[in-house]
């Protein structure tokens, strides 16, 4: 059964500690991303990635990272330099990466819910 | 200004009526249009890619206009379970790579 997974569903952290949020995909997609989505707001895009080991700031990527050492898998590291870590984080994946065109369309995984303490 | 806009709402709406939400756009050289729908603390699932020459699947319909710079999305026959978030997603053309840009989404309510 193919899908995004994202690991875990509800995340608790203490003020200065960093914390790994999972998202792993069995779809064969070369292409995925970090959201976050605050109450009322949007998505914004933190990192993406088009290829393996290449993976490029977004919107709000500042007390971030990231790393894509294999195709199926994209953590995100939530640092303690983010100020406002709290939020609904989300993890999308698309077919294609730099071959990609705008008709790519992406899926998303159920996301993290992460809460500062 | 904002590169992609919506209307928050909510839209209020009684079961069987029709609603129509609009979503504009700043880059003229938008390549592609999405509908999105997303569940109350759920991820946003696919509703319909738009195409110029608009698009129906059923009671959705989702229409572009290119020269005003939105996108819309009509509800017919609204039913309880349309109750959702309805997210308009863009991508722009920019040096080769298509990262979608999110609208902050449209907030719609079915009442009986």
């Known amino acids: 059964d193919g899908g995004i997974t994202q690991s875990p569903k509800y995340l608790f952290r203490k003020e200065g500690q960093n914390v790994t949020l999972s998202c792993e995909q069995n779809l064969n997609h070369d292409a995925m991303y970090w959201y976050r989505q605050d109450p009322g707001q949007g998505l914004r895009l933190i990192y993406y990635?088009?290829?393996?080991?290449?993976?490029q700031k977004g919107d709000i990527a500042e007390g971030y990272s990231v790393s894509r050492e294999k195709k199926e898998s994209f953590p995100l590291t939530v640092t303690s330099a983010q100020k406002n870590p709290t939020a609904f984080y989300l993890c999308?994946?698309?077919?294609?990466?730099?071959?990609?065109?705008?008709?790519?369309?992406?899926?998303f995984g159920p996301g993290t819910r992460l809460t500062v303490l | 200004r904002k590169e992609v806009e919506q209307d928050p709402g909510p839209f209020n709406v009684p079961e069987g009526a029709t609603v129509a939400f609009n979503c504009t756009y700043s880059n003229s050289a938008s390549q592609s249009f999405f509908w999105y729908r997303q569940d109350c603390r759920k991820e946003p699932k696919l509703l319909m890619s738009v195409y110029s020459s608009g698009n129906e699947d059923g009671r959705f319909t989702a229409q572009l206009n290119r020269a005003s710079q939105y996108i819309s999305l009509l509800i017919r026959d609204s039913k309880l379970s349309d109750s959702a978030t309805y997210l308009c997603v863009v991508n722009p053309a920019s040096g080769g790579s298509y990262i979608p840009t999110f609208g902050r989404g449209t907030s719609l309510i079915v009442h009986p």
């Open positions: 990635s088009q290829i393996v080991n290449d993976f």
């Open positions: 999308a994946s698309s077919i294609d990466g730099l071959a990609g065109g705008p008709t790519d369309t992406q899926y």
